[in-house]
């Protein structure tokens, strides 16, 4: 049988590429924050990694985290909980409810829909919006030449606070030009959150300047 080498063993493995990525690329040590994408993943699977001091998670389906994350949000202080996948509008309320962050908005309804869920829960989670950098017609996100007015209706006809920006690059591209566009988006509009890397690409990311990387498989193994 194969050795198989623990999540929070891989944790460390991960946090040591960061920090090495860090110094690479002449940034500060700590200036890129690790999310941890934990769907798919059992409770019994994400408690070690909480025990080992990882405390920001991702998920990508409300109905999923809801099963799992009130009861070790309530096991553990200091949880904070990312929404890294496409929200349907009808879903907004729940995960206005649970998220601490939520990463993609993504169209002007739900922007809508956000803005009506968070004055009536009075909550003020995190928001980011998704960019979709490649225009890939099958991928959420707005579109890059799209990205500042929408920013603005956010900001100024919804009163919505948007501090970050998030993308996911076309698999099989390079993925530095799509990084470099996120952070330039991201500099015209005065955004200073940039969320992006993943497993495959997470260094490639720091050196383009992600403030937080979402790196599911590299830690728990692959889905
Ligand atoms: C699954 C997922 C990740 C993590 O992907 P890995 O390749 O497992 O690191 C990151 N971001 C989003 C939006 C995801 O859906």
Redesign the pocket.
């Known amino acids: 049988m194969e050795h198989s080498v623990s999540a929070p063993e891989n944790l460390e493995t991960v946090r040591a590429a960061i920090a090495a990525a860090e110094s690479e690329a002449q940034r500060p040590e700590g200036s890129v924050r690790l ?1 941890a ?1 934990s ?1 798919t993943r059992t409770a019994e699977e994400i408690t070690p990694v909480i025990e080992a001091g990882q405390r920001i998670f ?1 998920e ?1 389906r409300v109905q999923e985290a809801q099963s799992k994350w009130p009861g070790l949000k309530a096991e553990t202080t200091g949880i904070e909980l990312h929404l ?2 496409p929200l349907q509008s009808n879903k907004t309320a729940d995960a206005v409810a649970l998220f601490d962050v939520i ?2 908005v993504d169209r002007e309804k739900l922007a809508r829909e956000m803005a009506r869920e968070i004055k009536k829960q009075g909550k003020s989670p995190r928001l980011y919006v998704q960019i979709n950098t490649g225009s890939e017609p099958q991928k959420a996100g707005i579109e890059p030449v799209e990205a500042g007015s929408f920013i603005k209706l956010c900001r100024d006809d919804l009163g919505l606070s948007i501090s970050g920006l ?1 993308c ?1 690059p076309p698999v099989d591209e390079n993925p530095g030009p799509h990084f470099a566009l996120l952070a330039k988006i991201a500099g015209e509009n005065g955004i200073e959150i940039l969320s992006m890397g ?3 690409d ?1 260094e490639t990311a720091i050196a383009f300047g992600a403030t937080e990387v ?7 193994g692959a ?1």
């Open positions: 999310v994408v769907k991702g990508n890294i996948g990463q993609t998030m996911i993943m497993s495959d997470f979402r790196v599911g498989s590299a830690i728990f889905r």
